[in-house]
């Protein structure tokens, strides 16, 4: 992972004007050039690329328990069901143009983690049509 | 406004009588202080729907009495409260973290307006 992807990785846990659902999708979509790591305990998030310095982040607990809610949500928005609230390993589509990321997560009281990597084989778009212009998978 | 949250018919049940306890403590778990989510009953849900986590936790606690929603009407003024830079009440979510409107959500919750719906 390049010194410019982790920089990245660094500013997506500074708060911007899409808050915790910023969070996600940048740690997500960072997935797409490298695989990542991120382990919140006690106040920090330890971020470990595949290929670079493990590094900490501050953060509270309840927003990375978000992000970790919004990467749930982005699995079942892909598959239906694929995953819990509080746990699963499932593919989703990150970024832009979206592409396929593979995520594994824990996300309970006790354990929060999200391991993501670009997913080996391409997954196929939501097979769920829009009726009357209204998404019948993502919600608002 | 109403606000939703999704757990079993046990936690619901304590929750409304008691108000939330942000250092609950799961079953076989550590103490934990994560605040309390809630999510605004029109939406948007983009962090998953209250419903979602009351099957997920009803699946991982099966004897304390099924899936429910504990919807509560909270005053718009502590709901303002809760929003910060990174929960925008734009994203659904309300987080009623320490600071951020928990200690106005305790303070008013045994005058709230409570329901308890059952999931099918």
Redesign the interface.
Known sequence: MSTAVAERLRRAFE??PR???G?ADALVAAAREGAIRCVWAGGCVRVTPADGEPFDVTL????F??AL??V??LC?EHRPGSV???RGDAPLLAGDPPAPVFVAFVN???EQRLDARLAPVQVTAPAVPHTNGVSATA?? | MILLHGTTRRRAEHIAAHGPDPRYREPGGGTRDDGFSMNLETGPFHFGHPEEYARGKATEYPDEGGPVILAVDVRDEIVARSATEWFPLSQGLVQFDTGAGLEELLAAWPALPKEIRSLT
Request: glycine share 8%.
């Open positions: 708060p911007g808050g915790a659902l969070l509270p607990k309840s927003v328990r978000a809610a919004r749930a949500a079942n819990t609230p509080y309970t009281p006790d919600p608002a």
